[in-house]
Each structure stands twice: as structure tokens, then as C-alpha cells.
């Protein structure tokens, strides 16, 4: 479904923010990485009630817009050619691209190695590296997705009904309604402190669904220093 484009006044400011219509019953405010405002609505709410909820929480918007703005522009997208840097898990690699007739990707001494029967063609390339890339999220993600766990008193009542890797344009992860895990594959990019962090926050959605005190409560409890893992992460990543 197409989002919807509105906006409001808050002071001297205006706020424009998209609705997605969802099966939910409640309201929910995101403000993304590039600083867009994101309203997840039940899909029969009223355009006054998602006006005056935004209004509501305009201060917090622009606290968060303006944490964001500090970090862009973004990371220009990659070429995938020989000498670029990528990041896996924190740190930093150069590409080396090695004519093979076998097509393979692996870590050697400081470099991300991609041998290739297509040297010449960054496509190729690309498509090894992020298919290299998605397995690695995958079995890193679910290694520590366990670990996690394991910060709740009862972890299983926290564990979600499916982990889904997908590349996601703004958000770093996400928990449905229905308890399932997605998250961003670009975060296999960021060290495991940052990826610790993002899991614990989703998994605090299980309980709490929204981004209330309520939540942020249980964050601090289970992960005390989640504002330094976040900063770290935005800064790293930006």
C-alpha cells in the first residue's frame, strides 16, 4: 500500500511524515535514519487522530531528526571494484578481485577476496559479495539472536517466531505484530556490540510494542549502555 504524505506545524517548524495502514491497533512514530517520519496506523484511524498524535510528539520528533542530520549525507553507494572499502562486523576490508573460474568470496588478511570468471564486470561482483554478505547476516544474526535472548529473565518469552535478513532502505530491524524478527542485512556491516544492540531493542518490542517509557525502561534494564551502542552504531554506519 502507497504511504500517505502529510504534514503539520509545530512552532516554527514542519513536520512532514508518511502513513502506512497496517492490521494494528495502535499508533506508532519512526523516525528513520534520513530523518523521515514514518506513522505505522491502523488502517481505519482518522487523519485528525494521527495529526494530533504527531503534534503530541513533536518535541521528541525533532530531538531525533536533529540526532540523525548530525550523520548524513550517507555513505556513498559502493562501485565493487578492486581497492574499495567495505566493513564487515565493525571493520574495515578492501576488496581484491582475483580472475578464477570457480566464483567464491572469502576473508584473507585485511581483504574481502572475490574470485570471479567476470573481473571486469562490478555486477558480477556485487552480486558475489552480497550473497556472501546475506549468508553471513544469516548465521551471525541467528548466532546472536541466542545470546540476547539470554539478557530477559524468562528468555523465552522473548524469542520471536522467524528471523527474516532483508535489505531494508532505513531501518535497522524491525519486530512485527505477529513476533517476527527482520533485520537489516547491512547490519552484518556494523560491529557485534551494535548488532547486540538492535536485536535487544526488537526483542523489547515483544513486550512493549511501542517506543513509551514503558519501553524504554525495560531497554535500560536489559542493556544499560544501549544509548553508547546506538551512537556508535549511527556513527560507524553513517
Not at 75 to 103: C, F, N, S, W
Not at 107 to 114: A, P, S, T
Not at 133 to 146: S, V
Not at 174 to 190: F, G, K, Q, V, W
Request: with cysteine.
Amino acid at each position: 500500500m502507497k504511504a500517505e504524505r502529510h504534514s503539520v506545524r509545530y512552532g516554527e517548524h514542519q513536520i512532514d511524515f508518511a502513513i502506512v495502514r497496517r492490521d494494528r491497533t495502535t499508533l506508532e512514530i519512526a523516525v528513520e535514519p534520513d530523518a523521515s517520519v514514518v506513522v505505522a496506523a491502523p488502517r481505519d484511524a482518522q487523519l485528525a487522530a494521527i495529526e494530533e498524535k504527531v503534534r503530541k510528539r513533536a518535541a521528541w520528533i525533532r530531538r531525533q531528526q536533529r540526532y540523525f542530520i548530525q550523520f548524513l549525507p550517507r555513505t556513498p553507494d559502493r562501485q565493487y571494484v578492486a581497492g574499495e572499502t567495505h566493513l564487515y562486523l565493525g571493520r574495515q576490508y578492501r576488496l581484491k578481485i582475483v580472475p578464477h573460474v570457480q566464483a567464491t568470496v572469502k576473508l584473507v588478511r585485511g581483504f574481502i577476496v572475490v574470485q570471479t570468471h567476470r573481473p571486469e564486470r562490478p555486477e558480477v561482483t556485487r552480486e558475489l559479495v552480497e550473497a556472501w554478505y546475506r549468508e553471513k547476516a544469516q548465521n551471525k544474526f541467528a548466532e546472536r539472536l541466542e545470546v540476547n535472548l539470554l539478557r530477559f529473565p524468562v528468555p523465552e518469552e522473548f524469542r520471536p517466531k522467524g528471523l527474516i535478513v532483508r535489505q531494508l532502505q532505513q531501518r535497522w530491524g524491525s519486530m512485527s505484530p505477529s513476533s517476527r524478527l527482520m533485520l537489516n542485512r547491512r547490519l552484518i556491516e556494523a560491529s557485534v556490540d551494535s548488532i547486540d544492540y538492535v536485536i535487544t531493542h526488537e526483542l523489547c518490542h515483544i513486550a512493549v510494542p511501542h517506543h513509551g517509557p514503558e519501553f524504554f525502561e525495560l531497554l535500560g534494564r536489559v542493556l544499560p549502555d544501549w544509548p553508547d551502542r546506538k551512537d556508535k552504531l549511527e556513527k560507524k554506519m553513517a
